[in-house]
């Protein structure tokens, strides 16, 4: 089948797999004359029909990569265009084109999904968790000629908490050439790498779930004096809360579980499993109530706010973490 559909939320590894075929499609014919790459939404019928149907310049073969087939639920559309493409996948591929289709996000609830993907070689990038993770990590860093150790590569995932290669591919970059070939340790990530909010949250929630109420509001004043806005604090915590009452309705959860059913980030499900064994669902609903609350309040004109002066609704916050640890 010379028709392939690369689809899924890890982009970083498809576009390095792209990377590495036009590489290899450019020294197995010594050229890239018949190498396109087009946007579906920005073709036209006629344009789509051409870029299908066209012959190999002077060559045997072409590569072609066509992004935003089948559609995501955002994109406008087209049913000329769907015809077009059922049509060509249908009555079968000439030999001379290898076709790639690329969407992350495809609404599979389409007919045109549905009739068109069953007649291509499906590959789904997902993005690695867990052990996996770890290992790109480790694999990274020794291509960009750097060590490190597996406690570093855990304290560096925990720091950034992102589900998205590219940024972790940057921060490698970055340690690498600050080490310049020396092992990368704890002190060069705080050095380098700022952290992600959540992590700094999570310290916050753990003096919460601890019940430790003077800890907790240190805590709060450590994230605020980190840079993180008031409004973002509430925005965190009720989120963190909505997921512990998630959890809380899922009968003995694992993280695998929250991972696979909220999209948590794995570190992220590791702590709220954690957190469930301190906590009592009358208790989180009652806080993420309060929270909701002084969020109201905001809105409303209840709680004064003026972007010099957050003084209030930290002053709010502290008393609903009080009232949560007593």
């Known amino acids: 089948m010379a028709v392939f559909f690369w689809t899924g939320d890890d982009v970083f590894s498809l576009q390095e797999k792209k990377r590495v075929w036009l590489k290899a499609f450019t020294e197995k014919y010594q050229s890239d004359l018949n190498i396109e790459e087009r946007e579906y939404q920005s073709l036209s019928s006629s344009e789509l029909s051409v870029f299908l149907y066209a012959a190999p310049f002077l060559g045997d073969k072409r590569l072609c990569f066509l992004s935003g087939v089948p559609s995501s639920a955002k994109d406008k559309k087209d049913e000329k265009k769907e015809t077009i493409v059922e049509e060509f996948l249908t009555k079968g591929v000439p030999d001379d084109l290898v076709l790639i289709c690329i969407q992350p996000t495809p609404d599979k609830r389409t007919r045109f999904y549905k009739k068109c993907v069953p007649l ?56 690498c050439l600050y080490v310049n ?17 959540a992590t700094n949250i999570f310290r916050l929630l753990d003096m919460i779930s601890a019940k430790r109420p003077l800890e907790a509001i240190k805590e709060l004043h450590v994230v605020l004096d980190s840079g993180e806005g008031i409004f973002q604090v509430l925005y965190m915590l009720v989120k963190q809360f909505r997921n512990f009452i998630f959890a809380m309705s899922l009968k003995n959860p694992s993280s695998q579980d929250l991972v696979k059913e909220c999209k948590m980030h794995p570190f992220v499900a590791k702590k709220v499993i954690g957190f469930l064994r301190n906590m009592k669902y009358e208790q989180v609903k009652a806080f993420y109530l309060s929270l909701l609350k002084i969020d109201e309040g905001v809105k409303t004109g209840k709680i004064p706010m003026t972007s010099h002066n957050e003084k209030m609704l930290s002053f709010e916050i502290e008393k609903a973490v009080v009232k949560f640890c007593t």
């Open 181 to 197: 070939g020396k092992e990368i340790t704890k002190t060069d990530i705080d050095d380098l790498v700022v952290a992600h909010s």
């Open 120 to 175: 291509m070689k499906t590959e789904i990038f997902s993005f690695p968790s867990g052990s996996a993770l770890s290992q790109w990590v480790r694999q990274r860093v020794a291509l960009y000629k750097g060590a490190i150790s597996s406690s570093s590569i855990s304290y560096l995932i925990e720091k950034l908490l992102e589900t998205n290669l590219f940024i972790y591919d940057v921060e490698i970059q970055k340690l």
